[in-house]
T-cell receptor, first 118, second 114 residues
Framework: GAVVSQHPSRVICKSGTSVKIECRSL??????MFWYRQFPKKSLMLMAT?????????EQGVEKDKFLINHASLTLSTLTVTSAHPEDSSFYIC??????????????FGNGTRLTVT | AQSVTQLDSQVPVFEEAPVELRCNYS??????LFWYVQYPNQGLQLLLK??????LVESINGFEAEFNKSQTSFHLRKPSVHISDTAEYFC????????????FGTGTKLQVIP
């Protein structure tokens, strides 16, 4: 149980284009989803917290106009990298916490998306 | 705010030998602690967690971790590793209570040598 599906797993795009990454909780509802970015040999950096039906909460230093997050339902959140540049190339991982209220359930992660901007 | 330190970036160990992956945390409030495992080009999978109660927690594949409040540690151990345990292991912490952010350590790559 508690499966999170992330799509696509890999994407290559040209500089200046936009890329959308989907994160779906397949067998549970998640009011809150999280988007992380993982750099080589470094930890996961929390980019933003995605809240169903409201605006995402971005971490300090993350450009909200560049990384657009939409959480339209209890099972789907999307991250759109707008006007991508080579420095945006990275491994992006989403996660979701089961529950629609107060929850201590641990995070469940998608398999990540490897973005390469040429 | 919470922070996590994983001092060892890589730990090589021979197959069937024991291993300990170290994790120390810092927090001014009560915490929940987690270990996640990441296989190449995949997301993270929860290995085990400490929320409350017994300070020794175990996973289904033989790993265990002990919460030590006085030493602010949550080291991960396995008495006998397998080749299939080769992966990156991340320690994580969040403040107790719902909807708290999870902070990850920098990870430890466990390399099991046949």
């Amino acid at each position: 149980g508690a499966v999170v599906s992330q799509h696509p797993s890999r994407v290559i795009c040209k500089s200046g284009t936009s890329v959308k990454i989907e994160c779906r909780s397949l067998d549970f509802q998640a009011t809150t989803m999280f988007w992380y970015r993982q750099f080589p040999k470094k930890s996961l950096m929390l980019m933003a917290t995605s809240n169903e039906g409201s605006k995402a909460t971005y971490e300090q230093g993350v450009e909200k106009d560049k990384f657009l997050i939409n959480h339209a339902s209890l099972t789907l959140s999307t991250l759109t990298v707008t006007s991508a540049h080579p420095e945006d190339s990275s491994f992006y991982i989403c996660s979701a916490r089961p529950g629609t209220g107060w929850s201590v359930a641990p995070l469940h992660f998608g398999n990540g998306t490897r973005l390469t901007v040429t | 705010a919470q922070s996590v330190t994983q001092l060892d970036s890589q730990v090589p160990v021979f197959e069937e030998a024991p291993v300990e992956l170290r994790c120390n945390y810092s927090s001014s409030v009560s915490v929940y602690l987690f270990w996640y495992v990441q296989y190449p080009n995949q997301g993270l999978q929860l290995l085990l967690k400490y929320l409350s109660g017994s300070t020794l927690v175990e996973s289904i594949n033989g790993f265990e971790a002990e919460f030590n409040k006085s030493q602010t540690s949550f080291h991960l151990r396995k008495p006998s590793v397998h080749i299939s345990d080769t992966a990156e292991y991340f320690c994580a912490v969040s403040a107790s209570g719902g909807y708290q952010k999870v902070t990850f350590g920098t990870g430890t790559k466990l390399q099991v040598i046949p």
